[in-house]
């Protein structure tokens, strides 16, 4: 069983940073696979960013509206996962959810069994 709770959401202007942070709980987070979701009012919950579980960091995935701005990393000594939001643009407003999954890293939503309770994220223009 893992539990997971994220943080670090808020308020930012366009072209601002956040860093959220996603706390498990629970003996599987080392070995499990990360991913952080989005979903904005009246869309569907989106693939943002993932990383499989390795002793030397793990292998990165990211969705293509974020890659280059949005790096993805995880402590495992601290059973936390990280998500560098930078170069925030209007339409990265959303709640955005930590995931966790036993295995490989995947970008369906419905393979991931434990999710956190997710923490808004709002850019203005």
């Known amino acids: 069983q893992v539990q997971l709770v994220e943080s670090g959401g808020g308020l930012v202007q366009a072209g601002g940073s956040l860093r959220l942070s996603c706390a498990a709980s629970?003996?599987?987070?080392?070995?499990?696979?990360m991913g952080w979701f989005r979903q904005a009012p009246g869309k569907e919950r989106e693939f943002v960013a993932a990383?499989?579980?390795?002793?030397?960091?793990?292998?990165?995935y990211y969705a293509n509206s974020v890659k280059g701005r949005f790096p993805i990393s995880r402590d495992n000594a601290k059973n936390t996962v990280y998500l560098q939001m930078n170069s925030l643009k209007p339409e990265d407003t959303a709640v955005y959810y930590c995931?966790?999954?036993?295995?490989?890293?995947?970008?369906?939503?419905?393979?991931?069994?434990?999710w956190g309770q997710g923490t808004q994220v709002t850019v203005s223009s």
């Open positions: 995931a966790a999954r036993a295995g490989g890293s995947s970008y369906s939503p419905y393979a991931y069994n434990y």
């Open positions: 629970g003996r599987t987070f080392s070995n499990a696979a």
């Open positions: 990383i499989t579980w390795s002793v030397a960091g793990g292998t990165t």
